[in-house]
T-cell receptor, first 109, second 114 residues
Framework: GENVEQHPSTLSVQEGDSAVIKCTYS??????FPWYKQELGKRPQLIID?????GEKKDQRIAVTLNKTAKHFSLHITETQPEDSAVYFC????????FGKGNQVVVIP | DGGITQSPKYLFRKEGQNVTLSCEQN?????MYWYRQDPGQGLRLIYY???????QKGDIAEGYSVSREKKESFPLTVTSAQKNPTAFYLC?????????????FGNGTRLTVT
């Protein structure tokens, strides 16, 4: 099955700085790469996704980049704000859809 | 997400009692999932169903049971056999194959067993 690893597990940034978190996958057949955001006590929500025929996708302050050769995709958050503080998940892409522990992002005001 | 509803939001039970958590979706999605989340932890898959009248165990199915008699509904029963049932339970649905379609989550049910 697919394995994913997320790095770093916890990332603290000053408000206004950029944050980058990476997800490494193992299955070269993967073709869909989503990022979910979960704020404390709330449900996870899809914030951005990318398909394997695209290298980068942007949506305002967030972007996802895909490196198929290295088998990883990254979430970039620019001009971080306190509301970006959350756990971010990149689930394994198979029918079991397993989530790991995610990346904790803490934006320091 | 207005399309997937979990109820109730908070649930309290005494140890030894079975309890059923509701999950309903009106998104016409074939696949549905149940996850458990403990404080500071990720989501662990309990059960999933890709089509009506069929479901599979996830990574932590022991002490839980599900049914999928209707496309819209995927209730989860937490039985007395579940050793540590207190947790945040999340239901999700997916409109296509989970390996290339986004998940839609309900707002969750926070279960406390004393």
């Amino acid at each position: 099955g697919e394995n994913v690893e997320q790095h770093p597990s916890t990332l603290s940034v000053q408000e206004g700085d950029s944050a980058v978190i990476k997800c490494t996958y193992s299955d070269s057949a993967s073709n869909y790469f989503p990022w979910y955001k979960q704020e404390l006590g709330k449900r996870p929500q899809l914030i951005i996704d990318i398909r394997s025929n695209v290298g980068e996708k942007k949506d305002q302050r967030i972007a996802v980049t895909l490196n198929k050769t290295a088998k990883h995709f990254s979430l970039h958050i620019t001009e971080t704000q306190p509301e970006d503080s959350a756990v971010y998940f990149c689930p394994a892409r198979n029918n079991r859809l397993a989530f790991g522990k995610g990346n904790q992002v803490v934006v320091i005001p | 997400d207005g399309g997937i509803t979990q109820s109730p939001k908070y649930l309290f039970r005494k140890e030894g009692q079975n309890v059923t958590l509701s999950c309903e979706q009106n998104l016409n999605h074939d696949a549905m999932y149940w996850y458990r989340q403990d404080p500071g932890q990720g989501l662990r898959l309990i059960y999933y169903s890709q089509i009506v009248n069929d479901f599979q165990k996830g990574d932590i199915a022991e002490g839980y049971s599900v049914s999928r008699e209707k496309k819209e509904s995927f209730p989860l029963t937490v039985t007395s056999a579940q050793k540590n049932p207190t947790a945040f339970y999340l239901c999700a649905s997916c409109g296509g194959p989970s390996y290339n379609s986004p998940l839609h989550f309900g707002n969750g049910t926070r279960l406390t067993v004393t």
